[in-house]
């Protein structure tokens, strides 16, 4: 599913129109990417977790190449889906 089928999908089970549905998705994202980005954790309940983690440095591959490199630390998203999620996917 892309995020027009989501769209699509949340404009007709909440019978609103599809233009109310992508402005209620587009401030959802933005609000968990900002609250994430200043170190807070985004709780939905019977969902998951939405967290910021640091990764260490690294060696890595150059793919074309082959030559080693040097990957930086630095900071990604994380996503922990909780026990009801899991449990529908099972």
């Known amino acids: 599913m892309n995020k027009q089928q989501l769209i699509e999908?949340?404009?007709?089970?909440?019978?609103?129109?599809?233009?109310?549905?992508?402005?209620?998705?587009?401030?959802?994202?933005?609000?968990i990417k900002k609250t994430v980005k200043k170190g807070d954790d985004v709780k939905i309940v019977g969902f998951g977790t939405f967290t910021k983690a640091k990764?260490?440095?690294?060696?890595?591959?150059?793919?074309?190449?082959?030559?080693?490199?040097?990957?930086?630390?630095?900071?990604?998203?994380k996503f922990r889906p909780g026990a009801e999620f899991k449990q529908t996917v099972k």
């Open 55 to 77: 990764r260490k440095a690294r060696m890595g591959r150059n793919p074309q190449t082959g030559k080693a490199i040097k990957i930086p630390a630095g900071w990604y998203p």
């Open 9 to 31: 999908k949340i404009a007709t089970e909440g019978q609103i129109s599809k233009a109310q549905a992508e402005h209620i998705l587009n401030v959802t994202v933005e609000n």
